[in-house]
């Protein structure tokens, strides 16, 4: 009897494998998006939550590099603050239990995500604006959300260790922050305008638009 399933993979080979696979995911979400009827909003936040716990599962082999932060910055953007945190929560505590480990850091990383989500809500009118989404701007906000939501989580470690251990892992963590946000420029570029392009056709009525438009921020 082969054992054809037991080959060792490298690093480079498996992060190719599990890109791959997530190009196949990506696929199939677009597919499955068209399937879904118009204003279908929860239907799409389900669909990205499928898409966010995979990219931070496949993805882990890139320290800090995941499309999460993207994700729902673009969902508070054409959702709301509210779907948005629901995303966030929803794929932090997900991907937490199936693969990522469970623990504090999993509520610190659900607040993080959907408070970068109030921010895509609160500038929703300058991201999105005629329907297009201003890229580069879109970018610079997900960088900085990047570095912001690393600071934030790393508060978590007060839950074992003493405050003056606090400043020495944010130092020591700085690469890695700056992976997060260089990583969240790389999927703007990638993901961003067809993402956008998707989630404008499960968007709410143009009566709920109004009000929401009319709101002060």
Same mark, same amino acid.
């Given at each position: ?19 791959? !696979?997530?190009?196949? !995911?990506? *696929? ?24 966010? /716990? ?10 800090? /590099?995941?499309?999460? =932060? ?20 929803? !794929?932090? *505590? ?11 850091? =999993? ?27 201003? !890229? ?60 956008? +392009? ?10 709920? +638009? ?8």
């Amino acid at each position: 009897m082969y054992d054809f399933h037991n080959a060792a993979l490298s690093p480079n080979q498996s992060l190719f494998l599990n890109v791959a !696979i997530l190009s196949i !995911i990506v *696929l199939s979400l677009i597919r499955s998006e068209r399937s879904l009827r118009d204003q279908s909003q929860w239907g799409m936040l389900i669909l990205l939550a499928v898409f966010g /716990v995979s990219g931070r599962i496949l993805l882990d082999p890139i320290p800090n /590099v995941q499309p999460v =932060t993207v994700l729902v910055l673009l969902a508070g953007a054409y959702y709301g603050a509210p779907r948005a945190l629901a995303l966030a929560a929803t !794929i932090a *505590l997900a991907s937490n239990i199936i693969f990522m480990g469970h623990g504090p850091w =999993t509520l610190f990383q659900a607040i993080g995500w959907g408070a970068i989500g109030l921010v895509g809500a609160n500038l929703s009118n300058h991201i999105v604006v005629g329907g297009r989404i201003r !890229i580069g701007l879109l970018a610079i906000i997900a960088a900085a959300s990047g570095l912001a939501f690393n600071w934030f989580v790393s508060l978590s470690i007060l839950f074992e260790a003493d405050s003056s251990m606090l400043v020495p892992y944010l130092l020591n963590g700085l690469v890695f922050d700056l992976y997060h946000a260089a990583g969240n420029v790389v999927f703007v570029a990638w993901m961003a305008s067809p993402l956008g +392009e998707m989630m404008a056709r499960h968007r709410s009525s143009p009566a709920f +638009e109004l009000v929401r438009e009319g709101a002060p921020n």
